[in-house]
Every structure is written in structure tokens, then in C-alpha cells.
């Protein structure tokens, strides 16, 4: 089973305020992600990372940074938020397997964060 | 670049009915393709997945072929339960060495609903 874990799991803020929203996982795992949920469902890359100080933007643009300082912790941050950023936020992990990475590809996912910046 | 392309829902089926939720992806060389299944309010669970052509991925009576000729990963279960009420989500992750390597493109989720 999986251990991945985001907190908060719902905000609710004011614009212009700076939020970070946490993600951590318990598996040792390299790779982290960010995906963005948006109301139609459709999941979008903002930003991945592939161990400590590696990290680089999604498929998606994102007004949001990351970072990666530790294996374990994996948070993203807004500096002034707007409306256009409520969306749900997902965070997920996933071994690294070099030849044998076919069989340790899965992605496992966290619960999400629900933003909703008013 | 990679790409994946669903069935258009909401797909809404009779507890029992048989559930096929078709998939159908571009990809250079042999990606790896899963469904994943999201319950309301949670993340994502790895539902099934395949990693080469002709593979069968099944868990809790769901079943996906990966079909190289044809490009698809169509989602089946034979008899739907009020339980699988969820959004499902055909992904693909890119070949090593390719510019999608360890990233995995979503198609655009189907929302299944089981009545009693």
C-alpha cells in the first residue's frame, strides 16, 4: 500500500494570499509530481521532479513553484493567489528502475488538495 | 508528442450491465498503458496496467488488453457494481529514453455511474 500524503485536503483563502500546499511520501521514492485537477476532471502536469534539487515545469504553465529538498517532501507553493488557481491539486510519487522500470512504472497519487481561492 | 483518448461520458449502466470504457492512444515505440480509478473525494488508485503488446492487466473483475495493432486499451468488467461508481482514467507512460519518459499523459477521465 501506498503512502503518500497531502495536506491540507481542503482551502479555502482570499486573494493575493501565499499558500504552500504539502505533499510527503513514506516510500523512498525519486519521482514526485504535481498535476492539476481541473472541474472537467482532465489531469494536467504542472511540475515533476526526479530527485533532491531536481525540478522542471509540466506539460501545463503554472504561476507556481516546487521544490525538492528533501526525498520525502515535495510542496508547491503559490505567492498570490487568484481565483483562476482553485482547482484540486494532486500529488504523486513513483520508484526509480533504470532496465527493470517497466514493472516499477506506476505513479501512486496522494488524496489531493481542494483550492478554492475566493 | 504522446496522446490519449477516452470515451466520451458520463457512461451510467444497471448494476450487472456489462461496462466497456474504450481507450485508444498515439505513443512512438511501446509505451506503458494503465487505467486508474478515482472514487469521490480521493486521488487516483492504480486500477490495472500493461506493459507490452498483448498483455491482459485484470484486478477486481476489470480487464484491459494492450492491442499494439489497433493502438488501444479498452476497459471491460463483465458485471458492474454500484461500488465501481467512480471516474476512470486510461494514462500512458512514454518509453524509456523518449521525451515523455516517467511522466504519464491522462486521457480525459469517463464518469461511471451504477444504479441499483
Known amino acids: 500500500e501506498a503512502d503518500i500524503y497531502q495536506t491540507p485536503r481542503y482551502l479555502v483563502i482570499g486573494t493575493g494570499k501565499k499558500i504552500t500546499l504539502e505533499c510527503s511520501q513514506t516510500?523512498?521514492?525519486?519521482?514526485m509530481y504535481w498535476y492539476q485537477q481541473d472541474p472537467g476532471m482532465e489531469l494536467h502536469l504542472i511540475h515533476y521532479s526526479y530527485g533532491v534539487n531536481s525540478t522542471e515545469k509540466g506539460d501545463l504553465s503554472s504561476e507556481s513553484t516546487v521544490s525538492r529538498i528533501r526525498t520525502e517532501h515535495f510542496p508547491l507553493t503559490l505567492e498570490s493567489a487568484r481565483p483562476s488557481h482553485t482547482s484540486q491539486y494532486l500529488c504523486?510519487?513513483?520508484?526509480?528502475?533504470?532496465?527493470?522500470?517497466?514493472?516499477?512504472?506506476?505513479?501512486?497519487f496522494g488524496p489531493g488538495t481542494r483550492l478554492t481561492v475566493l | 508528442g504522446d496522446s490519449v483518448t477516452q470515451m466520451e461520458g458520463p457512461v451510467t449502466l444497471s448494476e450487472e450491465a456489462f461496462l466497456t470504457i474504450n481507450c485508444t492512444y498515439t505513443?512512438?515505440?511501446?509505451?506503458?498503458l494503465f487505467w486508474y480509478v478515482q472514487y469521490p473525494g480521493e486521488g487516483l488508485q492504480l486500477l490495472l496496467k500493461?506493459?507490452?503488446?498483448?498483455d491482459k492487466g485484470s484486478n477486481k473483475g476489470f480487464e484491459a488488453t494492450y492491442r499494439k495493432e489497433t493502438t488501444s486499451f479498452h476497459l471491460e468488467k463483465g458485471s458492474v457494481q454500484v461500488s465501481d461508481s467512480a471516474v476512470y482514467f486510461c494514462a500512458l507512460r512514454g518509453r524509456a529514453g523518449g521525451t515523455s519518459y516517467g511522466k504519464l499523459t491522462f486521457g480525459q477521465g469517463t464518469i461511471l455511474t451504477v444504479h441499483p
Open positions: 504523486a510519487s513513483s520508484p526509480t528502475g533504470g532496465a527493470v522500470a517497466r514493472s516499477t512504472d506506476t505513479q501512486y
Open positions: 505513443a512512438t515505440g511501446y509505451p506503458s
Open positions: 516510500m523512498g521514492h525519486d519521482k
Open positions: 500493461a506493459t507490452k503488446a498483448d
